[in-house]
């Protein structure tokens, strides 16, 4: 007898135990198939991207709209018995009342997490009243975006992780000190989990971290890193994305393969690529 289809709430609990002790890898598919064959590999959850959702429909990063966002994401949470945490962008909306129906809406797709950025994106270019240091939002418009989707959250059950991040070293504000007050802010709003993407050294990676003690902070790793895993754990990290760097690997072969094709007439580069055979075994077993 297969067995039972993993619920969705037995995913947010599980989602929610794993960030009380250790350190574990979140990779981010960016479709279903991607998302299936990383929980083959034994992962034990997995985080949306979208920059790679936004590829897949030949769209920038950031280029999909709010009914598209929550489409994929109703697709990629069922793909899987693993615990999804959703790239949702920021919120989808300036105001404290756009992010809070959105974020309703993003936990009626079975959702176990929701990230909330604090930079504008290309959608709110000339709101005015909104904004700090260059494209991200003033402070206390950020705080209260973001309990506003700590509210929704609470509505809908409270189950949702709610991790806040602070783009601050994304957008070319390199400040830690910034970053860490933003980070301190959102944790005093709501936040479940802390995310600055774009620290890399030790004594970043430390200061936030100490900053919101006891709450988990995640990391970006989206390219070689001096860091193992473990030596990542030990400077206090609970969990570890990539964000889009693994829909920017499988890119990258596909478009070396047909630069190949179309400049010199060459299948060289197809040799290397995964049989038919094993990927139809893969999903012949879903």
Not at 108 to 134: H, M, N, Y
Not at 190 to 201: F, N
Not at 213 to 236: D, T
Request: proline share 4%; glycine share 10%; charged share 20%.
């Amino acid at each position: 007898m297969p067995a039972l289809p993993t619920s969705i709430a037995d995913k947010r609990r599980t989602f929610r135990r794993l960030h009380e002790a250790g350190c574990f890898v979140i990779p981010n598919p960016w479709d279903v198939g991607s998302a299936r064959y990383l929980q083959t590999l034994g992962f034990k959850a997995l985080a949306s991207t979208s920059s790679g959702a936004a590829w897949s429909l030949g769209r920038p990063d950031g280029g999909l709209s709010r009914e598209q966002v929550l489409e994929h994401l109703r697709s990629m949470a069922a793909a899987t018995d693993l615990p999804l945490n959703a790239d949702f962008e920021n919120g989808f909306g300036a105001s404290a009342e756009q992010v809070s129906e959105s974020v309703r809406l993003a936990v009626g797709t079975g959702i176990a997490g929701l990230s909330i950025e604090d930079s504008l994106s290309p959608r709110d270019a000339g709101l005015g009243g909104v904004r700090d240091s260059g494209p991200l939002f003033a402070l206390e418009v950020a705080v209260e975006r973001v309990r506003a989707a700590r509210r929704a959250i609470d509505a809908a059950g409270g189950d949702v992780l709610l991790i806040a991040r602070a783009e601050c070293f994304l957008v070319g504000l390199a400040d830690i000190d910034l970053t860490v007050a933003r980070l301190r802010a959102y944790a005093a709003a709501g936040a479940d989990c802390l995310y600055a993407p774009g620290i890399r050294t030790a004594a970043h990676i430390r200061a936030v971290v100490d900053a919101v003690r006891p709450k988990p902070v995640n990391l970006l790793v989206s390219g070689p890193s001096e860091f193992s895993l473990a030596e990542i754990a030990a400077l206090g990290i609970r969990r570890v994305s990539v964000g889009g760097a693994l829909a920017r690997s499988a890119w990258d072969g596909f478009m070396r393969a047909a630069r190949e094709l179309a400049a010199g007439g060459r299948f060289d580069a197809l040799a290397t690529s995964t049989t038919h055979a094993s990927l139809d075994a893969l999903f012949s077993s879903e």
